[in-house]
T-cell receptor, first 115, second 116 residues
Framework: DGGITQSPKYLFRKEGQNVTLSCEQNLNHDAMYWYRQDPGQGLRLIYYSQIVNDFQKGDIAEGYSVSREKKESFPLTVTSAQKNPTAFYLC??????????????FGPGTRLLVL | GQQLNQSPQSMFIQEGEDVSMNCTSSSIFNTWLWYKQDPGEGPVLLIALYKAGELTSNGRLTAQFGITRKDSFLNISASIPSDVGIYFCAGPRVDTGGTSYGKLTFGQGTILTVHP
C-alpha cells in the first residue's frame, strides 16, 4: 500500500541528546514537510523540501535539522539546542511543490517526550 | 502574516445532532482544506475547496468556500461517535513573491466530542 510511515511512534530523549525521527513515503511525491503540534494548537511548519538535496526553514526551524538525500526519505533531527522538544511531530508529503502540486498527506506522527 | 481562526474551539454534542464549525481569515485564500485528526494520529484530508462559493459534500460532511474568500464552513450531519476528533481548516500560504511551495497555514482546530 502507498503511504507515509513515521517511526518510532514514541521517542524518549534525554537532556542534551540529539534524536532523529524517520519519515518515509512511497507515493513518489516530490515535496515533504515536517510539522510540530502542541496541545490546543494548530500545526506549525519546521522544515520543508521541494526536491532531493534541497530544503528550507519553516516558521520554527531553530533547534532542528533535516536532510533530503533520497526522494522517499526526509528525516528530522531534534538537536540539544531545542529547549522544549516535547510535542507531536507530523511528516507530510505532496505530489509537487508548486501551486498545482496537490494537497498534503500526513503520516501517523511521532510523539517525542523528554526524560 | 496569514492566520486562520477557527470556532468554536470545542463542541460537546449528542449522537445524531448536526455540527457546524467555521474558519475565518483576514487574508484571502485561494484554496480551503478541511482535515480531521483522530487522537494520536496524523490529520486526514476530508474536503478540498478550490473556488469561491463552492459547496462540496463528502458523505455526511458538507463544506463551503466563502464568497469573500476569507472564510469557510464545515457541517457534519447526524453525528456518530466516530466523528470524535480535532477538525482543522488549512489554506496554502502565499509568500511575498506569490508562491506557496505547498506550505499550509492551519487553524488551531475544533475539538469535537460526541456523546452516545
Amino acid at each position: 500500500d502507498g503511504g507515509i510511515t513515521q517511526s518510532p511512534k514514541y521517542l524518549f530523549r534525554k537532556e542534551g541528546q540529539n534524536v532523529t525521527l524517520s519519515c518515509e513515503q512511497n507515493l513518489n511525491h516530490d515535496a515533504m514537510y515536517w510539522y510540530r503540534q502542541d496541545p490546543g494548537q494548530g500545526l506549525r511548519l519546521i522544515y520543508y523540501s521541494q526536491i532531493v538535496n534541497d530544503f528550507q526553514k519553516g516558521d520554527i526551524a531553530e533547534g532542528y535539522s533535516v536532510s533530503r538525500e533520497k526522494k522517499e526519505s526526509f528525516p528530522l533531527t531534534v538537536t540539544s539546542a531545542q529547549k522544549n522538544p516535547t510535542a507531536f511531530y507530523l511528516c507530510a508529503s505532496r505530489l509537487g511543490g508548486g501551486a498545482l502540486g496537490g494537497t498534503q498527506y500526513f503520516g501517523p506522527g511521532t510523539r517525542l517526550l523528554v526524560l | 502574516g496569514q492566520q486562520l481562526n477557527q470556532s468554536p474551539q470545542s463542541m460537546f454534542i449528542q449522537e445524531g445532532e448536526d455540527v457546524s464549525m467555521n474558519c475565518t481569515s483576514s487574508s484571502i485564500f485561494n484554496t480551503w482544506l478541511w482535515y480531521k485528526q483522530d487522537p494520536g494520529e496524523g490529520p486526514v484530508l476530508l474536503i478540498a475547496l478550490y473556488k469561491a462559493g463552492e459547496l462540496t459534500s463528502n458523505g455526511r460532511l458538507t463544506a463551503q468556500f466563502g464568497i469573500t474568500r476569507k472564510d469557510s464552513f464545515l457541517n457534519i450531519s447526524a453525528s456518530i461517535p466516530s466523528d470524535v476528533g480535532i477538525y482543522f481548516c488549512a489554506g496554502p500560504r502565499v509568500d511575498t513573491g506569490g508562491t506557496s511551495y505547498g506550505k499550509l497555514t492551519f487553524g488551531q482546530g475544533t475539538i469535537l466530542t460526541v456523546h452516545p
